[in-house]
Nanobody, 120 residues
Framework: QVQLVESGGGLVQAGDSLRLACAAS????????MAWFRQAPGKEREFVAG?????GYQTSVQGRFTIARDNDKNTVDLQMNSLKPEDTAVYYC????????????????WGQGTQVTVAS
């Protein structure tokens, strides 16, 4: 089983950028589909971006967020630009076998999450 640890969250102003990192240990990430999800208070966990051979994004982040993996470093990053207050949430990194899924319960490995807060 792969272990995942997120980092890079913080408090920023609307319009700023943040880069989240997901570091893996225990297994090489190259064997997994990876995704970022987020969960705001009182809301369900939602898909943000996923990657295997290709990438996919939630509509609200398309063009602002970029997911990328570095198999040599065993990391998956999420570059977030033009942040909005509605992007405020705890962001989670997740792994599964096969293709990435937009459904959170399709993933078997999760990080502990990192808080992103965007002030207006």
């Amino acid at each position: 089983q792969v272990q995942l640890v997120e980092s890079g969250g913080g408090l920023v102003q609307a319009g700023d950028s943040l880069r989240l990192a997901c570091a893996a240990s225990g297994r090489p990430l190259s064997g997994y589909a990876m995704a970022w999800f987020r969960q705001a208070p009182g809301k369900e966990r939602e898909f943000v971006a996923g990657i295997n051979s290709g990438t996919g994004y939630q509509t609200s982040v398309q063009g602002r967020f970029t997911i990328a993996r570095d198999n040599d470093k065993n990391t998956v990053d999420l570059q977030m630009n033009s942040l909005k207050p509605e992007d405020t949430a705890v962001y989670y990194c997740a792994a599964r076998y096969g293709l990435y899924s937009r459904t959170w319960n399709a993933y078997h490995s999760w990080g502990q999450g990192t808080q992103v807060t965007v002030a207006s």
